[in-house]
């Protein structure tokens, strides 16, 4: 049974910094490309961050980048998110989710952390 597992989520203030993790168990973590994305109230799931298998890659939605850095390490089956200088605009519920190496789609999906800004 594949699991992710977010934490790491909270309450900070504009500005401020939080770090995301994302535990996997269930799967072969090291052959997983691994995604960030976030839904805010009242709007649709978007993309955040990606991460390929072997951290060789990393790719940022552009209303993150400069901010926002993906990390993970295989050994631990762990993805991080940090953010830093974060606005009230990143208020969201944050999930990981992995996709195979031949898969267009992700395949697992964690449960969400919330992460809320104040101004």
């Known amino acids: 049974q594949v699991q992710l597992v977010e934490s790491g989520g909270g309450l900070v203030q504009a500005g401020g910094s939080l770090r995301l993790s994302c535990v996997a168990s269930?799967?072969?973590?090291?052959?997983?490309?691994m995604g960030w994305f976030r839904q805010a109230p009242g709007k649709e799931r978007e993309f955040v961050a990606v991460?390929?298998?072997?951290?060789?890659?990393?790719y940022y939605a552009d209303s993150v980048k400069g901010r926002f850095t993906v990390t993970r390490d295989n050994a631990e089956n762990t993805v991080y998110q940090q953010m830093t200088s974060l606005k009230p605009e990143d208020t969201a519920v944050y999930y990981c989710?992995?996709?195979?190496?031949?898969?267009?789609?992700?395949?697992?999906w964690g449960q969400g952390t919330q992460v809320t800004v104040s101004s």
């Open positions: 991460i390929s298998w072997s951290a060789a890659s990393t």
């Open positions: 269930g799967l072969t973590f090291s052959r997983y490309t």
């Open positions: 989710a992995g996709k195979g190496m031949a898969n267009q789609e992700y395949e697992y």
